[in-house]
């Protein structure tokens, strides 16, 4: 025996003789997980949560979260001598007096985009391929859940600096607070300990920041990924793969090695990120007071939409009996946003009801498969887009000498008829790749060599596929519509009969479809031409 | 038509394909040597960030292409803990991919649904502890609990309270009132009108009392854009002509619509521009909104001169200043 695999073998044992673990750790460190390239994109998530722990406790050795007035004296010399927070002055101080914490600075606020970016692309890829189905909701929803507080953690994290740029951001979020009705006032007096900007609004999202929601990431993302053990991961449709089985390699030793080798691949391109790309240059933006402002204001990315959306919306306010409503910014800011997760978070019901499908599923859906759902999903992508690059109308205007007025203009009708379009396209797209798919299965594949017959005739030859690629292309379920409640003999219409058809209509636009190609087909063809 | 039974018949799983490495004992071995090699170039990155920690002066800026003016132990620091994690990730992949066991592994997956009888009896005994403790039956349990339960969420939202002072009237206060000096910002000077040329624009504050300090809550509120244009391009009525000296008119900083400073002056147009949210306002026309989100005009300030030639405010801001909030009764 090697030593190693002695060492080994006493490690699983002093282990299990304090738990008696060995039937479950046995167990567990054989689980199949499938391969496949877009899983990895939960994973880059999770690695940058990790990698924003480390760096951000890094930060906190020397970041001071106080709106203390000091006179700034560091080795930074454009701003020696200006009056500023203490949490500026600090943040100054990582920047250029301790070795590495300019870096680290980067580093973290590289990882947070990287973390929103990998949580939205993940969400796309649970959405486009139906992992949201039963028995997964509940993983749905928490993820979601991460999501929304991705976006808020990120939020009050860039507003912690105290410059210029995100005291303009806690400016704009100050307004969104204060135009709450009734309580508006009440709330942003409370949230700031008095007048906007006050002495106590950073130290209390500080403590935010960098303890209450870490602590509800750790938990969501502890009971996510327990899920998704516990459940087994979803497997894409190919040859050998079943609804009752998972394909794929065990987790010790190789997905140990493949994972675990990817955290510091992962961590090592946003050490290298900021390493060379400056990030947040909060020195260039000077100290805030709410007199001043730069141009070209932007928040990060992942606020951009709704920066946009704000931007994008009618002047509207109501003055009645004495008091301000501001829709200007109550729809955009909050009721907007907020059906558009309500939505999100709801959706694996609302398909569920409209195809009153309640089994369990395990196989991933190829995109094309589902045209409604994928066509729903390109459409919301469409409104982000729209929204998200008005966020950035002054930029694009400067950039591409377009006038602000007319991207604006753009983007308020586009935000409306684009959508619609996009979901058409994306819906006729899905069905000529299902037409396409069909076609390849019963003709075979074009190889684009001719060949002449005898009788002069030219003939391109086409190569039947594989009967694991045939598999693959026609392995998906095919559901039918669901029926309308319909009246009964004495014409008396069923209870909730508009629901029943306002589901019924929306389960045959749901339920539209190419048909897979059968066997008896593929013989049939056989038989005849080829 | 739901197609149960399948168009075409699952074929099983591909046989495995052997890589190199598994059948050739100088491929196993050669990859053992790149990751190898990988894992030392971990440990030079590591000895790289180390060595720069040390000996790279921290103050030193060195110019590049693309990146400019960086500083070089920050960038060497960074570059070589990059290299030393990066080169463990791929060291680990290659590892994984070249000489761990690649054969693909079939597990069973089984229906979460528990058989009918175990359900049965899991649902059964769900019903009977409910019912054991008797809430159904215990109407006035049921109640008081619910009363109990839906108040507790009071206490700490009470306990909340000294978060903040009330707001009172202050939403709709500023420092300006009747013969408040204009002062620059900075400087605090105050200003006469030849003091601006016309074209020019200039944020300005109230001068405080003697021994007051200036503070940030106090700018949100206070700032003010002074601009002189001709006065033949006023567009006004006959009272907010007469807020205005000789083409300097002043309006409020802070954004009507989320308190911005409105702060991009376009002098050919005489357009004022928040760079938030790109409302924009026509100075010639009391700083009407031509643009963007905003809903109302910037609230205008009333000038006049005092007994030194100074410019004054004649009076306070008729309306509050900034965004609009739930108490505000002015259009």
């Known amino acids: ?530 | 038509m739901s197609n149960e039974i399948k168009p075409f018949e699952n074929p099983g799983l591909p046989e495995h394909a052997h890589r190199k490495s598994d059948v050739d004992a100088i491929a196993a071995n050669r990859a053992e040597r790149q990751v190898a090699i990988l894992f030392l170039l971990s440990a030079v990155g590591t000895i790289g960030t180390i060595a720069s920690y040390i000996f790279i002066d921290s103050k030193k800026f060195i110019f590049l292409p693309i990146l400019g003016d960086t500083n070089a132990q920050q960038l060497a620091l960074g570059t070589g803990l990059a290299a030393s994690l990066f080169f463990i990730g791929i060291a680990a992949v290659h590892w994984a991919k070249t000489l761990m066991p690649d054969n693909e592994v079939i597990a069973e997956r089984h229906e979460f649904r528990s058989s009918d009888a175990d359900r049965e009896d899991f649902v059964a005994t769900v019903k009977e502890r409910a019912g054991a403790a008797g809430l159904g039956r215990r109407s006035l349990i049921k109640r008081s609990m619910g009363v109990a339960l839906g108040l507790i969420g009071l206490s700490p939202l009470v306990l909340l309270r000294d978060l903040g002072p009330l707001p009172k009237n202050e939403f709709a206060t500023t420092n300006w009132a009747a013969g408040v000096r204009l002062v620059t910002d900075p400087g605090n000077r105050p200003i006469k009108p030849s003091d601006l040329e016309i074209g020019a624009v200039a944020q300005v504050l109230p001068a405080l009392p003697e021994g007051t300090e200036r503070t940030l809550e106090n700018i949100g509120k206070d700032a003010v854009l002074l601009i002189r244009i001709r006065p033949e391009e006023f567009n006004l009525d006959a009272q907010r002509l007469s807020w205005t000296h000789n083409g300097i008119i002043a309006f409020s900083k802070i954004c009507s619509h989320m308190g911005c400073a409105v702060a991009l002056y376009e002098q050919q147009t005489k357009h004022l521009l928040c760079p938030c949210h790109q409302s924009t306002f026509d100075v010639t026309r009391a700083a009407k909104v031509i643009f963007g989100p905003a809903a109302r005009p910037l609230p205008q300030l009333a000038l006049t001169l005092d007994a030194d030639g100074y410019l004054v405010a004649k009076q306070g801001f008729t309306e509050p200043v900034g965004p609009s909030f739930w108490e505000r009764n002015s259009a």
């Not at chain 1, 009788?455 to 391109?460: A, D, I, K, T």
């Not at chain 1, 009964?488 to 219409?493: E, K, N, P, S, W």
Request: glycine share 10%; aromatic share 12%.
């Open chain 1, 1 to 530: 025996m090697k030593t190693s695999e002695r060492v080994a073998g006493n490690v699983a044992g002093y282990i299990d003789d304090r738990t008696g673990a060995a039937g479950w750790a046995k167990k567990n460190l054989t689980k199949v997980f499938p391969d496949h390239w877009s899983f990895m994109l939960g994973e880059i998530a999770l690695y940058s949560f990790i990698i924003l722990l480390l760096s951000g406790t890094f930060l906190t050795f020397w970041f001071d979260p106080s709106q203390q007035e000091v006179i700034y004296n560091g080795s930074y010399a454009p701003l020696s001598h200006v009056s500023m927070s203490a949490s500026y002055a600090s943040t100054l101080h990582i920047s250029f007096d301790v070795r590495g914490g300019l870096l680290m600075r980067q580093i973290h606020h590289w990882a947070a985009l990287i973390f929103m970016a990998a949580i939205v692309v993940h969400l796309l890829r649970v959405f486009f391929t139906g992992a949201f189905r039963k028995p997964r909701e509940a993983n749905w929803l928490i993820g979601i859940g991460l999501l929304t507080l991705g976006i808020v953690e990120g939020f009050l994290g860039y507003s912690l600096p105290d410059d210029l740029l995100s005291g303009t951001g806690i400016r704009i979020a100050e307004a969104i607070i204060q135009a709450f009705p009734v309580v508006g006032s009440y709330l942003s007096y409370f949230a700031f300990g008095g007048a906007f900007p006050g002495h106590v609004f950073i130290p209390r999202i500080y403590i935010v920041h960098v303890l209450l929601l870490p602590g509800i990431f750790l938990a969501l993302i502890t009971v996510h990924l327990m899920l998704v053990w516990y459940q087994k991961h979803t497997q894409y449709p190919g040859p050998g793969r079943t609804e009752k089985n998972v394909v794929g390699y065990p987790l010790m030793p190789v997905y140990m090695a493949k994972a675990g080798g990817f955290f510091f691949i992962v961590f090592g391109v946003t050490a290298f990120l900021g390493a060379v790309a400056s990030i947040n240059p909060i020195w260039l933006y000077g100290p805030y007071t709410p007199g001043q402002i730069s141009a070209g204001s932007q928040p990060d990315w992942y606020m951009g939409w709704l920066d946009g959306l704000v931007r994008m919306a009618p002047p509207l306010e109501t003055h009645a009996f004495g008091h301000t409503i501001s829709w200007n910014i109550l729809i955009p800011g909050l009721i907007l946003p907020g059906i558009l997760f309500t939505g999100m978070a709801l959706y694996p019901f609302i398909e569920s009801w409209i195809s009153g499908d309640n089994r369990e599923h395990h196989l991933l859906d190829r995109p094309r498969n589902v045209p409604n759902r994928t066509a729903l999903g390109a459409m919301s992508l469409s409104f982000m887009i729209i929204a998200l690059a008005n966020g950035g109308n002054d930029v694009i205007a400067t950039h591409f000498h377009l006038t602000i007025n007319g991207i604006m203009w753009f983007t308020r009708f586009g935000l409306i008829i684009v959508p619609p379009i996009v979901f058409v396209i994306t819906k006729r797209i899905c069905l000529s790749l299902q037409r396409a798919d069909r076609e390849i299965v019963l003709h075979g594949r074009e190889t684009g060599r001719l060949v002449m017959t005898p009788s002069g005739e030219f003939l391109e030859v086409h190569e039947e596929l594989t009967p694991e690629k045939k598999w693959t292309l026609t392995q998906h379920e095919q559901p039918a519509a669901l029926a309308a409640p319909t009246e009964d003999a004495h014409g008396t219409r069923p209870r909730g009969g508009l629901k029943g058809k306002i589901r019924a209509r929306m389960s045959a636009a749901n339920a539209e479809q190419v048909p897979a190609p059968t066997s008896i087909e593929a013989r049939e063809l056989e038989g005849g031409h080829h």
